[in-house]
Nanobody, 125 residues
Framework: QLRFVESGGGLVQPGGSLRLSCDTTGLPLDRYAINWFRQILPDKERERVSCKSSIDETTIYADTVQGRFNISRDNAKNTAYLQMNNLKPEDTGVYYC?????????????????WGTGTLVAVSS
């Protein structure tokens, strides 16, 4: 049975760190690129912040998080991670993990085959 769930969100002060996890039990993670999206406002489109492909380990970061966030995956544990450092108030939002076949595409939300339910990250003093 497929399980696709994020965890690790919470309230953190500016400059702090959080590590998000994505449990993908039941999904052959080695066949999928893992994406992390975030939604800053309810009526805004989800923004992709990072992606890591399954075959060549290509990694992509949005300009807004480059140098602060790090995406990783442990295929044996069916788990993906997003390490977030030096968090800023503008990083506040709901973070989702999502999976698409093999490579990091440019298709955005429509290209994803699986979605988690999201975890809230709040950065505030």
């Amino acid at each position: 049975q497929l399980r696709f769930v994020e965890s690790g969100g919470g309230l953190v002060q500016p400059g702090g760190s959080l590590r998000l996890s994505c449990d993908t039990t039941g999904l052959p993670l080695d066949r999928y690129a893992i994406n992390w999206f975030r939604q800053i406002l309810p009526d805004k489109e989800r923004e992709r912040v990072s992606c890591k492909s399954s075959i060549d380990e290509t990694t992509i970061y949005a300009d807004t998080v480059q140098g602060r966030f790090n995406i990783s995956r442990d295929n044996a544990k069916n788990t993906a991670y997003l390490q977030m450092n030096n968090l800023k108030p503008e990083d506040t939002g709901v973070y989702y993990c999502a999976a698409e076949p093999v490579y990091c595409s440019g298709r955005g939300e429509s290209g994803m085959h699986y979605w988690g339910t999201g975890t809230l990250v709040a950065v505030s003093s």
